[in-house]
């Protein structure tokens, strides 16, 4: 993730404490009223790559493992797994949504609830085979957009109009943000 040129314009500062580090290893979410073209297809482009940079930064990590959190006082590995999965196929529907729909309000869901569903006990493979072909699903359908659909909107009850623009920035990030928490509680195990 270092050397991302998109990186720098969608976070705020470092992180200043170690929790700050574990919690927001690449910085917390800032959402443009506007993306340029180029942009976008750095998104798409980040999206793409989001299963196997989980895939890698999981690699060799034993199964007893994954029931640990990935910070004090935080979700397990394999909650925060599950919870990519989770969120990135509500990421799939919601896009899907605002380029079909004229400006559709979309259902939040409540993923601290999430987390505690018996689902969250499979092994995380389940999940990583989902999130790949979620995000395959996801990058074919937003590869031939062009400026009149990224403008496209939907309605979050909690966040407001969301272009379909600011969606991909926030999930680009999203996903990133999740990898490095992984990342850095491997390097700190």
Do not use: C
């Not at 640990?68 to 196929?89: F, I, K, M």
């Not at 509500?90 to 309000?105: I, Q």
């Not at 403008?151 to 920035?169: C, K, S, Y």
């Amino acid at each position: 993730m270092s050397g991302n040129p998109y990186l720098a314009i969608m976070t705020t500062p470092t992180p200043a404490s170690l929790d700050d580090l574990q919690r927001y290893p690449i910085g917390r979410f800032q959402k443009r009223p506007s993306y340029i073209p180029a942009e976008r297809a750095a998104f798409i482009d980040r999206l793409a790559a989001h299963p196997g940079h989980l895939e890698r930064a999981l690699d060799g990590v034993p199964e007893a493992w994954m029931d640990e959190p990935y910070r004090p006082g935080g979700w397990s590995v394999r909650q925060l797994v599950h919870h990519l999965a989770d969120s990135h196929a509500n990421a799939y529907l919601r896009v899907k949504l605002a380029l079909t729909e004229d400006e559709p309000t979309i259902k939040p869901y409540n993923h601290e609830a999430w987390v505690l569903t018996g689902d969250m006990a499979v092994p995380v493979r389940s999940s990583l085979t989902l999130l790949g072909a979620i995000h395959e699903r996801l990058v074919a359908l937003l590869h031939p957009i062009g400026e009149a659909e990224a403008a496209r909107a939907l309605i979050h009850p909690e966040n407001g109009r969301m272009t379909v623009d600011q969606v991909l920035a926030h999930y680009a990030w999203h996903g990133d943000h999740h990898v490095a928490q992984i990342r850095t509680w491997r390097a700190m195990r």
